[in-house]
Every structure is written in structure tokens, then in C-alpha cells.
Nanobody
Framework: QVQLVESGGGLVQSGGSLRLSCVAS????????MGWYRQAPGKQRELVAE???????NYADSVKGRFTISRDSAKNTVYLQMNSLKPEDTAVYYC????????????WGQGTQVTVSS
């Protein structure tokens, strides 16, 4: 069973920064992709950023230039550095780990709340 534990959420003013961490119970390089998703009240869960085991990254247009996903494989940890936060970034942020073969299998953390005040 895969466990993902997020931390680092909180309340921050608009323009501020936060860093989220996600610690996995197994080597993060074993997953094809790891990422951060978020879900705001009344909205669907959406991809924020992802990093493949090759190291390539992908970002939602709304966070490009402000958020950075990174990893430390020695610590089995994936990070999301969030700068220039906006009120619309307010959401529960979830860590995701996925195998893609033979078919996609997703694992989720419990989520961490990020609230950006204006």
C-alpha cells in the first residue's frame, strides 16, 4: 500500500509564498509520475503540476512562472514551491503518485489546505 503524506499548507497573504511537501512510503522514482492537484470548493479537482520519473515537468497555465515542482529522491519527497500566491489559489492541495502501465493506478494523499487572503 502506498502512503503519501502532505504538509506545508496554511494561511498566507496574497503575494506570499508556501512550500508543500509530500513524503511517499516508497521510492518516488518507482512511480511514472508524481504531481500536485488542487480542489477548490464547488470545483473539480485540477492538475497543478507534475513531474515524471524522467524529470520532465508540466504545469497548469494558471501557475506557470509562479509554482515550481521538484523532488528529492533520497528523501522520497516531492515539493511544490508556490510564490506570488493569489486568492484564487485557495484550495485543498493533494499529492498524487501514479503508475501508468499496464493501466493507470493513482494514489492520493489526504490533502493540505492552502488559503490565500486578499
Amino acid at each position: 500500500q502506498v502512503q503519501l503524506v502532505e504538509s506545508g499548507g496554511g494561511l498566507v497573504q496574497s503575494g506570499g509564498s508556501l512550500r508543500l511537501s509530500c513524503v511517499a512510503s516508497r521510492s518516488i522514482l518507482a512511480f511514472n509520475v508524481m504531481g500536485w492537484y488542487r480542489q477548490a470548493p464547488g470545483k473539480q479537482r485540477e492538475l497543478v503540476a507534475e513531474i515524471r520519473n524522467t524529470g520532465s515537468t508540466n504545469y497548469a497555465d494558471s501557475v506557470k512562472g509562479r509554482f515550481t515542482i521538484s523532488r528529492d529522491s533520497a528523501k522520497n519527497t516531492v515539493y511544490l514551491q508556490m510564490n506570488s500566491l493569489k486568492p484564487e489559489d485557495t484550495a485543498v492541495y493533494y499529492c498524487n503518485a501514479a503508475y501508468e502501465f499496464p493501466r493507470r493506478s493513482d494514489y492520493w494523499g489526504q490533502g493540505t489546505q492552502v488559503t490565500v487572503s486578499s
